[in-house]
Each structure stands twice: as C-alpha cells, then as structure tokens.
C-alpha cells in the first residue's frame, strides 16, 4: 500500500537587494539585531536609528571566524526563546560573513523557521555572503558544514559601512570580486585590472557588479545542484587552508585568494588555463595585498582534508577550475596524481 503525499507548489523566495543609503525600516513585530561587538561599537548606534519595531533587542556575538560555533547559535535561539519570540517575528543580521551566516541558520531552524534581513557590513559578505541564502556554521570537521539554504527576506546594501573597514579586511572582499570575475566574466575581470577600488564611485560600481552577477546565478540554482557551484572556486583549497590553522592566520577572502592560486595551478596542468592567464590572476589579487602562495606541510592530509567537503561525494572530489579568464567547469575528473603534484609543489615553498 502506499500513500501519496502531495507537496508540489511554488514558492516564491525572492527578494530585493538595495544598494544605497540604509533606508529606514518599519517592523510591527518583535525583532532581533544579532552583530558583534566590533560592529556594535562602531556602527550599532546608526543602526538603531533606522529601525522601528514593536519590540526591539540587540544580541552581541563575539567577533571573529573561531566563534562561528554551535556555541554562537545556541546564544541567538536563547536570546530568542527568552523574549519569547514567534514564527513571526524577525533576526537583522548586521556585520560580516560570519553574522550572516549565523543569523541566518538561527532563523531557519527557530520554531522551524522565521525571516531575517542581511544588512552586511564587510566588502566580502556585502558582495557575496549576504546574497543567496547559504547559511550556517562551523565545526572540527571543517567550515559550514552545518546549514541551510534559508533566503533573507531583503538585503541591504549601505557603502557607508566601509568606511570603518580596516584595509586587510577590504582586501579579504575584493578577492570575492575577483573570483566572481574570473568564473563569470572577462570583461569585468579586465575592468578590475585597470580598476582604483579605493574609489567610491568606482568600488560602488564594483559592488553592483559581483552582486548582479551572483544574484543571476543563484536565481538559475538555488540549492547548488549545478552551476552555483562554480561560485566556490578557491573555496576547496582556500577551505582546508582555514581549516589547518584553526580560521586564526587568514580571513576568510585570504583563504580563497590562495586557493583561486592553487585551483588556477591544477588548471594550468590540465590545459584549461595559460601560465599568463594564471599570472594575470595572481597580479590581480596581489595588488590588494592579498596572500597568493602557503606552505602545506603534509601534502596528503591535506589531499585527505578535501572529502570532508560539502560539494565532495564518496570517494570523489569536486574541483571548480576556470577555463581561461572568464568561463568556469565543475568535475569531479580530476586525476589524484595532477592534485597531489600541485599540492607538493605548495609543499615545497615556505
């Protein structure tokens, strides 16, 4: 006997991200602020005067990647269940990556599921993290492998908050920008080589760019069964490189910038992409100071360290490598033996 449970409907999740001035914003609910304290002190009081609500809390984390735990989430839902907040109530996630993320896997799993706003403050979540709906959190195993796909209900995008930005976490944004420019498009790749990001006008038109190019991916592959995928060039490499020090010596956009040089080598051996086109690549990111080159101590741990992620299967790992500057492929056919010769290489150097 069986019994059919139709569920079939279409949901609509979609949602506005506005890039200008931080508007103001009218709840008649019960709404929660989850920051950090280096956000709060620097930014909160602006905040505050924006937001209307019918109740109104402020839940401070610590700040930082290592604190991206379970620890942290149970800290939001207490908060949450203490002032008795309903299924209609709402998180603002207001900060970096890592607030985003957090806010966001809090509010998909409170009560089974409520909305929340990102308001990121960072270059990297502002053009990336923020947008897509990718929450969740870290543990020993590796990074964001407790989560899930939750959409905010709008994102607001507000220059002003980079104003604070110190210039390594700047840095740590641009390399996102650049990894959506190698992937998606050439000519914005070309742009960014002639580009002064410390212009406003300029960084402002770099923003608008890498959030329309992910916003048109994601809006093809929501739950990365395909081609979001290629979003996470440098992400395998640049993920185990986070993992091995503890998410203490690099940012997050560090990590990345390192594996798109590691990713861009495997290519390079495989005949996808040219030495000059690799070393355009790199040019690029350091000219932002960006980290390029790390010592692996243990070649074969760290070629074990790629099955623990999310985009692995069995006994196969998912590279993402650019074709030249500009197009991209997702494959799980890459020969260990091309792998482990890029990983010795980096092995080598010190």
């Known amino acids: 006997m069986q019994i059919n449970i139709a569920l079939k409907k279409v949901v609509d999740n979609s949602y506005n991200i506005t890039i200008d001035t931080l508007p103001k914003l009218n709840f008649d609910t019960k709404v929660a602020v989850v920051t950090n304290s280096t956000v709060s002190k620097l930014h909160l009081e602006y905040l505050l005067t924006k937001i209307s609500a019918k109740e109104l809390h402020v839940i401070t984390l610590k700040d930082g990647e290592e604190y991206k735990n379970q620890e942290s989430v149970n800290m939001i839902l207490e908060s949450m269940f203490e002032s008795r907040f309903n299924r209609k109530s709402m998180l603002i996630a207001f900060g970096g990556g890592v607030i985003g993320d957090m806010t966001g896997f809090a509010a998909s799993i409170y009560q089974r599921g409520i909305d929340f706003i990102q308001i990121p403050t960072t270059l990297l979540s502002q053009v990336d993290a923020s947008v897509g709906g990718k929450t969740g959190m870290n543990n020993k ?57 410390n212009n406003p006008e300029v960084l402002q038109e770099c923003i608008k760019q890498a959030v329309q190019t992910k916003a048109d991916v994601v809006s093809k592959d929501e739950k990365e069964h395909g081609i979001r995928a290629a979003l996470n060039y440098g992400h395998t490499f640049g993920h185990v490189i986070e993992n091995e020090t503890k998410y ?84 799980d056919k890459v020969d260990a033996g091309t792998v482990m010769c890029v990983l010795n290489k980096f092995g080598e150097t010190k």
């Open 141 to 197: 195993y590796g990074k964001n492998l407790v989560g899930a796909f939750h959409q905010p209900r709008a994102v607001y995008i507000d220059p002003y908050f980079l104003t604070t930005l110190p210039s390594r976490e700047f840095s740590a944004g641009v390399a996102e920008i650049v990894k959506m420019a190698v992937t998606f498009n050439k000519e914005f790749f070309e742009f960014l080589e002639e580009a002064d990001l």
């Open 248 to 331: 203490k010596k690099f940012l997050h956009g560090e990590a990345v910038a390192i594996g798109m040089v590691m990713a861009n080598e495997t290519a390079r051996k495989m005949n996808l992409m040219s030495e000059k086109e690799a070393a355009r690549v790199k040019a690029l990111l350091e000219k932002y100071n960006l980290p390029t080159s790390y010592h692996i101590e243990n070649p074969r741990s760290f070629y074990e360290t790629f099955f623990l992620d999310k985009k692995s299967a069995d006994s196969s790992i998912t590279f993402i490598l650019p074709i030249g500057i500009g197009d991209v492929t997702i494959t």
